[in-house]
């Protein structure tokens, strides 16, 4: 079956059309990922703004909607106009997005519904208005090209995009997921797919956040997680070091809780306390820029390997934009080859770590089997859906 799969739950427009194969382990094929990326919006303001983010995903949606179905080379061109009864509906869907209204009229009067078979889309956890423009758009399409809806959890997404990749033979469950992104870090004990229990989540910000913050205050851009691994890597083992130090949050409690304000703050007291000139000299940064990553990996890694010690872990799972750390991805695989040898690791190809619309495909083709469809009227965001 072909999935159209949409994600736009904080700042990337994403949509994508994947086919999925049935069988015991399902395969899938990529068909298009058209992602519309707003950093060089957020940029100027270090940090996403939702109002302004939503402002985006209206104007950027249906061009990329338009080149997803594109480049599958499905598009049909409508050849009459018996459709337009049903705009009333559609006007009363996206009364709240008149930008992407007016776009939409457009494109549905152009194009015919392709050999799309149902309609994937992350209804949360995220940001409230930004999830509101990709759950509208999807119910839009839903009625006017009446095609089912799965409503998908974006943490199971992160989760799930794994499965493309997935060996056939693999013992997979129970599995210990690290999900690491700018809203979220969580480690999740899943017993199969769609069962899932939160072990721990982070007190405060988020693993991503942290590198973003920490970025912002040594007057690095926004993103910072990219920008901080990148100085990283130019710190030299050999080099005579400042010998800047900063605390591993909890890494010694007892539970799986994360919390990384802490260490942002002790970014900002050593930043403060440094002269300006040793603080703006490229030795400061690049050593600072190289312990905040190790400390953020140091807790991450520590957690994960006990979780799944404590719960016989099959597989460990990794996702999520921080994923995309290649510190993180060697120095995870290295302690799971030391200390568990017989665990499974899995981890998304680079680019499928950060937000897109791919993953939202995976998962919805996952809740599709399960039955998880809706009725279009009965889908709706929801900002702190949590994953069960
Ligand atoms: O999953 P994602 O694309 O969006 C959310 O769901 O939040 O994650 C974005 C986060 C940002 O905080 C970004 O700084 C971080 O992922 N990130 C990284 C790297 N690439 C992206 N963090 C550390 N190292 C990276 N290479
Ligand atoms: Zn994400």
Redesign the pocket.
């Known amino acids: 079956m072909k999935i159209l799969a949409i994600e736009t ?2 700042d ?1 427009t994403c949509v994508a059309v994947i086919e999925a194969k049935k069988g015991k382990s399902p395969r899938f094929n990529i068909l298009s990922n058209i992602i519309s990326s707003q950093i060089e919006i957020h940029k100027q303001y270090g940090g996403v703004y939702p109002s302004m983010a939503k402002r985006e995903h209206q104007r950027n949606l249906v061009p990329v909607l338009k080149k997803a179905i594109k480049a599958t080379n499905k598009e049909k061109k409508a050849t009459t106009n018996e459709e337009t009864k049903k705009n009333k509906t559609i006007e009363k869907i996206l009364e709240r997005e008149e930008v992407l209204l007016k776009e939409l009229k457009i494109f549905l009067k152009k194009y015919q519904k392709t050999d799309i078979d149902a309609i994937a889309v992350t209804n949360g956890p995220g940001l409230d208005p930004c999830l509101w423009v990709g759950v509208n758009l999807a119910k839009a399409l839903s009625y006017f090209w009446d095609i089912p809806i799965v409503p998908v959890n ?1 943490i199971e997404a ?1 989760i799930l995009v794994n499965w493309l990749l997935l060996e056939k033979n693999i013992k997979k469950f129970p599995a210990i997921c690290l999900v690491v ?4 870090t969580q480690l999740i004990l899943m017993e199969e797919i769609g069962k899932y229990k939160i072990l721990g989540e982070t007190r405060d910000d ?1 693993a ?2 942290c ?2 913050k920490t970025a912002k205050i040594l007057g690095l851009d926004y ?4 920008i ?2 990148a100085m990283a890597i130019k710190s030299r083992e050999k080099q005579r070091k400042i010998g800047i130090k900063l605390p591993r949050p909890m890494l010694n409690q007892k539970n799986y809780d994360f919390s990384f304000s802490g260490l942002k703050t002790a970014v900002l007291y050593s930043f403060k306390s440094t002269s300006k000139s040793t603080r703006t000299s490229k030795k400061y940064i690049i050593e600072m820029c190289s312990e905040i990553q190790q400390a953020i990996i140091d807790v991450l890694v520590a957690k994960t390997i006990r979780a799944s010690k404590e719960y016989n872990a099959k597989t460990i799972i990794l996702g ?3 994923a ?3 510190e ?1 991805r060697k120095q995870l695989g290295k302690a799971i080859k030391q200390q568990l040898p017989k665990t499974n690791y899995l981890k998304p190809t680079i680019k499928l ?3 897109n619309a791919v993953m939202v495909g995976v998962a919805g083709y996952f809740r599709f089997l399960k039955g998880k469809t809706k009725i279009w009227k009965r889908i709706e965001a929801k900002p702190n859906l949590r994953i069960k």
């Open positions: 739950s904080c990337d974006h992160h992104s700018g809203g979220h988020a991503g956040e590198f973003d993103p910072g997680g990219p901080i691994s999520g934009g921080v995309s750390n290649k993180l770590c950060s937000d």
